[in-house]
């Protein structure tokens, strides 16, 4: 089956930064979105990113100005670039692709980002 690898996680103190990355082991076919989820300890799983096949992004309202979502050169690929980190960006943060044809999620097993001093 199809594994999406999300790395570049670790610990940050506040204000630096960090790079996420996405790939997939196996092509994916039709991939309509891809993106990023974030659960903080304790909390709900919410959408941080996305950007679909047409280079559309959103993102939610308390990241905006501070990350920027990407795609990468290679098929099913994608970066989260996090600056001006702060301490409730700290979370487990998940890769996704989603395919609306089948109705379809792939998930990565998740990447921890700790911000603290």
């Known amino acids: 089956q199809v594994q999406l690898v999300g790395s570049g996680g670790g610990l940050v103190q506040p204000g630096g930064s960090l790079r996420l990355s996405c790939a997939a082991s196996?092509?994916?076919?039709?991939?309509?979105?891809m993106g990023w989820f974030r659960q903080p300890p304790g909390k709900a799983r919410e959408l941080v990113a996305s950007?679909?096949?047409?280079?559309?992004?959103d993102y939610a309202d308390s990241v905006k100005g501070r990350f920027t979502i990407s795609k990468g050169n290679a098929k099913d690929t994608v970066y989260l670039q996090m600056n001006s980190l702060k301490p409730e960006d700290t979370a487990v943060y998940y890769c996704?692709?989603?395919?609306?044809?089948?109705?379809?999620?792939?998930w990565g097993k998740g990447t921890p980002v700790t911000v603290s001093s």
């Open positions: 950007i679909t096949d047409g280079g559309s992004t």
């Open positions: 996704y692709a989603h395919v609306t044809m089948y109705g379809m999620d792939y």
């Open positions: 196996r092509s994916i076919s039709s991939i309509n979105a």
